[in-house]
């Protein structure tokens, strides 16, 4: 019972660990997201759309 219960507290452990690194990574993207300016945002988002709106090959 005791082998089960350190297992049990290895898996809670890193289970933790796994939310602290997905924590870590939005908080990266977000802030990588942050330091865009306005402008740059509405001319991205602009080139993303032209972009998905072209068709492959030309012919329509």
Do not use: C, I, Q
């Not at 290895?10 to 990574?25: E, I, Y």
């Amino acid at each position: 019972m005791a082998n089960r219960n350190r297992w049990l507290k290895l898996l809670g452990v890193a289970s933790a660990a796994g939310v602290v690194a997905t924590g870590v990574l939005v908080a990266r993207d977000e802030r990588a997201r942050r330091a865009y300016s306005p402008d740059e945002v509405r001319d991205r988002l602009r080139e993303r759309a032209e972009r998905g709106t072209e068709r492959p090959g030309g012919d329509g």
